[in-house]
Nanobody, 127 residues
Framework: QVQLVESGGGLVQAGDSLTLSCTAS????????MAWFRQAPGKEREFVAT????????RYANSIEGRFTISRDSAKSTLYLQMNTLKPDDTAVYFC????????????????????WGQGTQVSVSS
């Protein structure tokens, strides 16, 4: 069983930067695919970014427009999301997710394929 705990959220102004962290425990997540999702008030949860375990391949939602960077530090069992040039539309609860991939390099933007989820961290961006 994997436990995921997000941190780093807060209230910032438009144009600011913020880095979210997600620390994993309970299993060695070196071979897990991992991702960030977010849920804005009144909206469904949506994909933000994903990273695979083997080749460190990444994938991003179009809405991120190159402003966010996902990375991982396996030695620290931690996933990161560096967010730059934040906009009010980025206001949401951000969740990290993890799961064993179908094969080594596999990763996916579909939340149904992730088995483990954190509780989320709130990011609020004022205009």
């Amino acid at each position: 069983q994997v436990q995921l705990v997000e941190s780093g959220g807060g209230l910032v102004q438009a144009g600011d930067s913020l880095t979210l962290s997600c620390t994993a425990s309970g299993d060695n997540i070196t071979k897990y695919m991992m991702a960030w999702f977010r849920q804005a008030p009144g909206k469904e949860r949506e994909f933000v970014a994903t990273i695979n375990s083997v080749a460190r391949d990444t994938r991003y939602a179009n809405s991120i427009e190159g402003r966010f960077t996902i990375s991982r530090d396996s030695a620290k069992s931690t996933l990161y999301l560096q967010m730059n040039t934040l906009k009010p539309d980025d206001t949401a609860v951000y969740f990290c997710a993890a799961s064993r991939p179908l094969f080594g390099s596999y990763h996916t933007p579909f939340e149904s394929e992730y088995d483990y989820w954190g509780q989320g961290t709130q990011v609020s961006v004022s205009s």
